[in-house]
């Protein structure tokens, strides 16, 4: 089976909750023995502000091709089975799952840090915006990891969606749908 076999990457349209258990049957197999899983979910505070509810947003085509572009470069750093990644759109209440992430493999330091990776270059990269939704308000969020990608483009003029390049052409083409500056260090293998 092809890499791009074992991988499902989904954005939920439907308001339903994230079936958890589908995604790590998906993952499961006989020769991984390790599966690591990754679930955010609404908290009920935020600074100390109540939270309703959270809402989500995304480019659905733009998402999923980051999404799958994340599974690709985790592959390239880890010996991974299988991966799941689903993302909720829509209004998601407290404690319910909004995103979820489900790696295996056959150790698991390999499956525990791809899905560390997935989780973070998600909340990094992909075009999926969150507004959380107060007793006295909302705000459009943005990712810690969202930010502190942000600050090292402004120092280094680098994103790459979590994958090295393969050239410097490479360097100059699209990532994520957004067109990205990096010097000729960084695009080094």
Wanted: aromatic share 6%.
């Amino acid at each position: 089976m092809a890499a791009e076999d074992k991988t499902l990457v989904e954005i939920l349209e439907d308001l339903t909750p994230i079936d958890v258990a589908k995604y790590m049957n998906y993952v499961r197999a006989p020769q991984a023995g390790a599966i690591a899983t990754f679930s955010g979910t609404t908290r009920d505070t935020f600074d100390g502000k109540t939270v309703l509810e959270l809402r989500c947003e995304a480019y659905v085509p733009m998402a999923i091709r980051c999404l799958k572009t994340i599974c690709s470069s985790a592959r390239t750093s880890w010996n991974l089975h299988s991966i799941a990644i689903a993302h909720r759109l829509g209004t998601v209440p407290v404690g319910e799952t909004s995103v979820f992430t489900a790696v295996s493999a056959v150790h698991r330091a390999d499956a525990l840090d791809a899905c560390k990776f997935l989780i973070d270059e998600l909340k990094a990269t992909v075009p999926i915006w969150k507004k959380e939704v107060y007793t006295n308000g909302e705000v459009w969020k943005e990712n810690s990891e969202f930010l502190e990608r942000k600050l090292d483009i402004g120092a280094k003029e680098v994103v790459q969606c979590g994958r090295k390049a393969e050239d410097k052409e490479y360097c100059k083409k699209l990532c994520c749908g957004a067109k990205v500056r990096v010097s000729d260090d960084s695009c080094q293998n």
